[in-house]
C-alpha cells in the first residue's frame, strides 16, 4: 500500500490524463470521442471475454487433470455447452458490429457545405496542401514540403474543414493521430472526409502507408489556429506567388536523391 501510494503521488497531471486515456493521444477534432469510445470500448470487451477464456481454462486444467491411470469416462455431446459456445461468439460479433457501424457513420459523416475545403496530394516523399479558399481575388493558394523542410498545415479552429485526397504517384496515407482519423490516399481516386479542430497547437502529421524508400520522412506539422491567423497564412502564400494549385507531382519540389531532380 506504502509502495502503491508514493506511484500514485509521484504521476504528473498528464501522466494521469493519459492512463485515463489508456494512451491514447490527446484529442483535438470533433471525431475523437466516437473513435475513442470505440476503441475503448472494444478492449474492455475483449480484456473481459480474454479472463473468461483463461478462467475456463485454468478451471478444465486444474478439475480435469491427470489422477490416475484410468480412462475417463466418454460423453458424446453437450447440448446446452454446445449451443453455448456456438450462439456466444455470434452474440459477441453482432454487439461489435453494430457498435462498429454506428461509431463508423459518425466518423465518416459529411455535410453538404463545408466552411473549407482542402486538396491534400501525397506524393513521393512529401505532401501538397491546396487551400480553396479565396484569397486576395485568388481562387485557392498551396504549399509544399521537401525532405529538408516537410509541409505545414495550416487550419481554423472550430470551422469544418473537407480534405479531398489525391495522389499522382503509389498508395499514402494521411494520418493526424491527434484528429483520431486515417485515410488512404489512392492515385487514380479522390478520397473524402471531414472534420472540424476543437483545440489550437501544433499536432504532428504522417503517413501511414509504406510507400517507398523515404517513407519514414513523409511527416508534416499541422498548426490550428485562430481565424485571423488561418486567414493572414493564406495572404503569405498568395504573397508569395503560390496560387492556383499544385499537382504534387510536377509542381512539388523534387526530393534530392531520389532520382528525379528538376
Not at 22 to 47: F, Q
Request: glycine fraction near 8%; charged fraction near 20%.
Amino acid at each position: 500500500m506504502v509502495l502503491g501510494t508514493v506511484l500514485l503521488t509521484g504521476c504528473s497531471t498528464a501522466t494521469t490524463e493519459q492512463w485515463k486515456r489508456l494512451g491514447l493521444p490527446e484529442g483535438a477534432s470533433d471525431r475523437t470521442e466516437a473513435v475513442r469510445s470505440l476503441w475503448i470500448g472494444a478492449w474492455i470487451a475483449a480484456l473481459i471475454i480474454g479472463v473468461m477464456v483463461w478462467g475456463l481454462i485454468l478451471w478444465a486444467v486444474v478439475r480435469y487433470r491427470k489422477r490416475n491411470d484410468d480412462v475417463p469416462r466418454q460423453v458424446r455431446y453437450n447440448l446446452p455447452l454446445e449451443v453455448l459456445y456456438t450462439l456466444a461468439p455470434f452474440a459477441i460479433i453482432a454487439v461489435l458490429f453494430f457498435y462498429t457501424v454506428e461509431h463508423g457513420n459518425q466518423v465518416t459523416k459529411m455535410s453538404a457545405s463545408p466552411q473549407h475545403t482542402i486538396n491534400v496530394v501525397g506524393q513521393q516523399w512529401q505532401w501538397t496542401f491546396n487551400y480553396k479558399d479565396t484569397v486576395e481575388g485568388q481562387e485557392g493558394v498551396w504549399e509544399t514540403g521537401t525532405l529538408d523542410k516537410p509541409a505545414t498545415l495550416w487550419l481554423p479552429v472550430n470551422e469544418s474543414v473537407q480534405f479531398d485526397l489525391t495522389s499522382p504517384d503509389v498508395i499514402h496515407s494521411f494520418w493526424v493521430p491527434s484528429f483520431y482519423f486515417k485515410l488512404d490516399v489512392i492515385p487514380g481516386k479522390t478520397n473524402k472526409f471531414e472534420l472540424t479542430p476543437t483545440k489550437t497547437g501544433t499536432f504532428a502529421g504522417k503517413c501511414a502507408e509504406l510507400c517507398g524508400l523515404y517513407h519514414s520522412r513523409m511527416v508534416f506539422t499541422v498548426k490550428v489556429v485562430s481565424r485571423d491567423e488561418y486567414d493572414a497564412h493564406l495572404r503569405e502564400l498568395a504573397a508569395k506567388g503560390q496560387t492556383g494549385a499544385a499537382t504534387g507531382g510536377e509542381d512539388a519540389t523534387t526530393i534530392p536523391g531520389s532520382g528525379g531532380e528538376k
